[in-house]
């Protein structure tokens, strides 16, 4: 198995390891926040993610350096740079991902709804559970459509209708109309477009604050790509989207706000996406956008 394979795994199963006694409620990240529901929380404050000063390093390699940047909630994010510039590493950062890494250590300060995620007392998996993930390529499991929607409801010990969560993951994630006649089917039967939206349908069952997504559309076809990417859109009224993209048209089509992370892991710029693709503050981010290097 892959480390990419492994990662993904473990991120998914991890969970299965803890008990709502090592969690205490089992919910957030602290219980201030689990206080008040997902709507108001929302409503209370424009960004839901702050990122100050973070360096990353991968043993005495540094991969991302002071990264300073605020994500408003409930608009889609998009992270473009060329290859190894940090992109993927910074998203980690958001669910502590890293932390499967054994020689990687993250300094700085990283907020969620006001919490710094990497303070002592946050539950890695707690967490997760907030920050829901969508990796490159689609990993259902070797599982019925509707196990996979409930797999993670079933670890956490979520109490509810399960079909009807089913049914609303399902819609949410564009799939509804194509496997409700199927639901006890093998995920692993569908095609690679339709595995995908039924990760990002397993990805949001448990109504998260924030949803990630690694290139989700990267391994696939125009067609399916296109239905995915009207679907980041379409969720990006309920759920705080960050994407990481290699794909700069797609970026430009689909996301609110732009992060360019150039070589050396260094932010270059953040702002507007119409901002950002239309007149860079920087010469070297409007060399990249239009093609000199990357």
Partial sequence: MSNQQTTELSTETMSEETTDESTGTGGLISTDIEAVGRSQRVRETDTLIRAR?????????????????????????????????GKSTFLRCINRMNDLIDVARVEGTLELLGKDVYEPDVDPVA???????????????PKSIYENVTYGLEIQGVEGDYDAIVERSLRRAALWDEVKDKLDSSGLDLSGGQQQRLCIARAIAPDPDVL??????????????????????????????????????????????????????E????????????????????????GKFG
């Fill in 53 to 85: 000063d973070i360096d990353v390093y991968y043993g005495e390699n540094r991969a991302l350096q002071r990264i300073t940047l605020d994500i408003p909630e409930r608009q889609v994010t998009a992270l473009i740079g060329p290859s190894g510039c």
């Fill in 127 to 141: 967490l997760r559970r907030r920050v829901g993930m969508v990796f490159q390529k689609p990993n259902p499991f």
């Fill in 212 to 265: 990630l997504m690694d290139e989700p559309a990267s391994a696939l076809d125009p067609i399916a790509t296109s239905k995915i990417e009207d679907l980041i859109t379409e969720l990006s009224a309920e759920y705080t989207v960050v994407i990481v993209t290699h794909n700069m048209q797609q970026a430009a089509r689909i996301s609110d706000k732009t992060a360019v992370f150039l070589t050396g892991g």
């Fill in 267 to 290: 932010l270059a710029e953040f702002d507007d996406t119409t901002k950002i693709f239309s007149n860079p503050e920087r010469q070297e981010v409007e060399d990249y956008i239009t």
